[in-house]
């Protein structure tokens, strides 16, 4: 399994790497249509660029970074999703098939959207796996339930101690109270003996 996990992670950011170079080395191929999602982007996430050429840059960017990351194991889960948010507004943005009119460049556009989509799957994939441990919230369940049954354990102990240690005082009290009555006992007798008329 962890041989296929290293060849898979590779193979799946192969695209983003080729991809985010390509784009780095030439934004003005892909920056008309950035232009539709430039704008709404750059009003949500403020420290984005509004001009499309630069946004595709810093795009291509993330894209060959993340699939770097990815591709050599170092913190892949955090470089998939990283790649997940750059495929979202790139697809929309480049694939929208739905506003072609020829057949041809319909079918195209439909293709590589779908395309985009399965590698979204596949990222989603990537960023939710955990190399055979326990998730983050797994483990945190399970430490949760541990607690709660040392809770249990600690009262079910703590009420046997408490039982215990009040049955030992009452045997404790009930020991003293005989000695002292044979202690009153025996000092009759000895004052009986003493002073026989005295008692």
Wanted: aromatic share 4%; glycine share 10%; hydrophobic share 45%.
């Amino acid at each position: 399994m962890a041989v296929l996990r290293k060849c898979a992670r590779p193979m799946l950011a192969s695209v983003f790497v080729t991809g985010g170079l390509h784009t780095l080395r030439n934004p003005e191929r892909v920056a008309p249509a950035a232009e539709p999602v430039a704008a709404p982007l750059s009003s949500r996430i403020p420290w984005l660029p509004d001009d499309p050429e630069r946004l595709v840059r810093v795009n291509g960017a993330v894209q060959l970074g993340a699939g770097l990351m990815l591709a050599t194991g170092r913190v892949p889960r955090v470089a998939a999703l990283a790649l997940a948010g750059t495929l979202v507004p790139t697809t929309l943005a480049g694939h929208a098939w739905w506003k072609e009119k020829d057949p041809e460049q319909r079918d195209a556009q439909r293709t590589q959207f779908i395309k985009n989509v399965s590698l979204l799957g596949g990222l989603l994939l990537a960023a939710a796996d955990t190399h055979g441990k326990p998730s983050v919230a797994y483990r945190t369940r399970t430490a949760a339930a541990g607690g709660r049954r040392a809770a249990r354990r600690t009262r079910r102990d703590a009420t046997k101690a408490l039982s215990g240690a009040a049955g030992n005082a009452a045997g404790t009290v009930r020991s003293a109270s005989a000695s002292a009555q044979q202690a009153v006992t025996r000092s009759g007798s000895a004052l009986k003996s003493w002073a026989p008329g005295a008692v």
